[in-house]
C-alpha cells in the first residue's frame, strides 16, 4: 500500500507543498504532547484535590471537627467547674477563714476566660497539653480546697465553746429575707444626702418586733448612744462584739450575760433613725466587719447567695 503524501497550501507562494515527515519531527511533536498532557493532569489533579476531597480525607476531617467540639465542650465544663471552685474559696477565706481568725489559703487561680477561637487553630498535640494544663490547675484547687476543709473541720473541734459565742444568726426574724433594707458599704445618707460608710445592715420591722443575740456573750453597753438611740453592745469574746441600735426598748442590762436567740430588745426608731428598724453591726478587734459573712447558722447556700445579691443591691439606708 502506497504511503499517502500529505501536502499543505504556501500563502505566500500561493501553491501546494509537500509535507515531509521526518523522525526528529515526530518526536518533538510527541514531546510537545506529552508535556502539554502532563501539565494538564498535574493541575486537574490539584485542582480536585483542593476542591474534591477523597472518602478517607472527608471522614478525617469529619473526625478532627468533632474532636476539636468535644474539646470545647471539655474546657466549657472546666471553666464552670473553676467557677464553682472559686466561689468556694471566696466563701472560705471571707467567711469561715475570718470567723476562726484563720490565714486565706493562697492559690494561683486559672484564669476561665473561653478560648474557642484559639482552639480551632490548635494541631492535636497542642489541644491535648492546653486541656490537660487546664484539668491539672482544677486537680490543683480541689486538693488545696479539701485540704483547707480539713484543717476548717478541726478548728471547729478545737474551738466548739468558742463557736457558741461568735454571731451567726439574723438579728431577728427574716426568713424570707425581705426585712433587708440596706448591705454594708458606701451608701447615701438619708438626711445629708451624701454617699458615708454604712458599718453594719438595716433591717426594716414594725416598732416593738424582737431582737435576737446572734451569739453568746455578756452585754458590754445598753441604754442611749448619740446617733444610735437605744441600743445594746454584746461582747461575744475572741475580740468579736455586736451592736443592735434604734431600739424601742431594751430588755438586758449591762454585764447580763446573754444566749443566742434570746429576746434583747425591741425594734424602734430612736437617733439618727428616718423609720423604725433595726440597725446591725459585727466588729472584730473594734474594726466593722461585714454582717452578711455571719449568718451561716440561719441560711442556706441558696438564701446566703440571695442575701449578697440584696445586700449588694440595696441602698435604702435608713439612719
Not at 477565706?93 to 470567723?99: F, G, Q
Not at 465553746?161 to 433587708?180: E, F, V
Not at 478587734?285 to 447558722?297: I, T
Request: proline fraction near 3%; charged fraction near 25%.
Amino acid at each position: 500500500m502506497a504511503k499517502k503524501i500529505k501536502y499543505h497550501f504556501n500563502k505566500e507562494t500561493l501553491s501546494y507543498e509537500k509535507i515531509e515527515v521526518t523522525f526528529l519531527k515526530v518526536l518533538k511533536a510527541i514531546g510537545v504532547y506529552t508535556f502539554v498532557g502532563i501539565t494538564i493532569g498535574i493541575a486537574t489533579f490539584f485542582v480536585v484535590s483542593k476542591f474534591f476531597s477523597s472518602p478517607t480525607e472527608k471522614s478525617l476531617r469529619k473526625d478532627n471537627e468533632d474532636l476539636r467540639n468535644r474539646y470545647k465542650m471539655v474546657e466549657k465544663q472546666i471553666n464552670e467547674m473553676n467557677g464553682v471552685m472559686n466561689d468556694l474559696r471566696f466563701r472560705d477565706n471571707n467567711l469561715y477563714r475570718v470567723i476562726f481568725q484563720a490565714d486565706p489559703i493562697e492559690l494561683n487561680q486559672d484564669s476561665s476566660l473561653q478560648y474557642y477561637d484559639k482552639i480551632s487553630e490548635m494541631s492535636n498535640a497542642d489541644l491535648m497539653n492546653y486541656i490537660s494544663k487546664k484539668t491539672n490547675n482544677l486537680a490543683k484547687s480541689i486538693y488545696v480546697q479539701s485540704k483547707s476543709y480539713d484543717e476548717l473541720v478541726l478548728l471547729a473541734k478545737q474551738n466548739e465553746d468558742r463557736l457558741q459565742n461568735l454571731p451567726a444568726i439574723q438579728p431577728l426574724m427574716n426568713k424570707d429575707l425581705r426585712r433587708l433594707a440596706s448591705g454594708y458599704g458606701y451608701r447615701v445618707d438619708p438626711i445629708y444626702h451624701v454617699k458615708r460608710f454604712h458599718a453594719g445592715m438595716d433591717f426594716a420591722a414594725p416598732s416593738g418586733t424582737d431582737i435576737y443575740a446572734t451569739g453568746n456573750g455578756k452585754v458590754s453597753f445598753a441604754g442611749w448612744q448619740q446617733g444610735y438611740g437605744m441600743c445594746v453592745i454584746i461582747n461575744h469574746g475572741s475580740n468579736y462584739e455586736t451592736l443592735y441600735a434604734h431600739q424601742s426598748k431594751i430588755l438586758v442590762r449591762q454585764g447580763q450575760s446573754v444566749k443566742r436567740g434570746e429576746v434583747i430588745g425591741l425594734v424602734g426608731n430612736t437617733g439618727k433613725s428616718t423609720a423604725p428598724h433595726l440597725h446591725y453591726e459585727v466588729r472584730l478587734k473594734g474594726q466593722p466587719q461585714d454582717p452578711r459573712n455571719y449568718y451561716l447558722l440561719d441560711l442556706t447556700p441558696e438564701q446566703y447567695d440571695e442575701m449578697i445579691r440584696l445586700s449588694e443591691s440595696s441602698g435604702n439606708v435608713l439612719d
